[in-house]
């Protein structure tokens, strides 16, 4: 018997190595014996992380940082609040603007005006609120001491009265035009527009950036006072019209001249009702 041995061996060693393979393949499918011999298929797969939402800076608007602050007007039933926002450090508006907000501190109350001076206060800048007995009369926001975007009105029983958009200071839909229409720096004219209608103050600039002329429209047409000046800033010329839009019996009349030296050279004493 010892004789067949050596062909039972042959058998076993030319037994086709795809059933060897079979038997021997791995479990886990992910490598072949061809793998490189590491730990890497052992780590788990990493999981892409929704990213996390930046948070809200509170007191900073339009990239500014801010300050809360409050005033009160008024007595008993009457009194006022407003609730407002102002910047950290006096800084003059950047453009020109007839009204400009901002917080006095010696008067502790929110001033408008038309030439201000950073020694007595700061801009307001942020949203702004005026509130009585819990009722908001008003509600905008300023930027740098201007009424920038959507205001609105209301009455004590909360019916809204009004409502204007605004960018930085003027009604939004106002017209524009320069001296220098590429870079935009010297502005020539700026015709209030609301809705449509010319609405609101009016102003011409000398090339030099002084006023030039200056009046107000309501409804479409010029009403009350409107004054020429001189390039050097003295007044020129003040032409007067109907404080009602809609009066056609009185026409407009040169009521005052005066000369490039400031000296009165002309008045009409006409009386306008």
Sequence with gaps: ??????????????????????????EDQRFTVDTPVNLDFLKEEKVEEAPKKKKVKKKVFYGVKTKKGFARRGSGNRVTYELFYYLKKPEM????????????????EVIRTSKFDPKKGVLLHGPYKRVMNEVILESGIFYKGTKH?????????????DKALYFRGWPKESQVTYYDPMERKKVKEITPIEFGEKEGFYYMFHENGLIAVTGEYKWGRKVGSWIEYYPTGKRKKLVTYSKDPFDKDLMPYVKTEWNDKGKEIYRNNKMVK
């Design 1 to 26: 018997m010892l004789r067949y041995l050596p062909f039972a061996v042959i058998l076993v060693l030319s037994f086709p190595a795809t059933v060897m393979a079979q038997e021997t393949e791995p």
């Design 93 to 108: 508006p950047k453009t020109f603007v007839r009204d400009i907000y901002y917080y006095d501190y010696a008067r502790r």
């Design 149 to 161: 975007g959507r205001w609105m009105t209301y009455k004590q029983d909360s019916t809204l009265t």
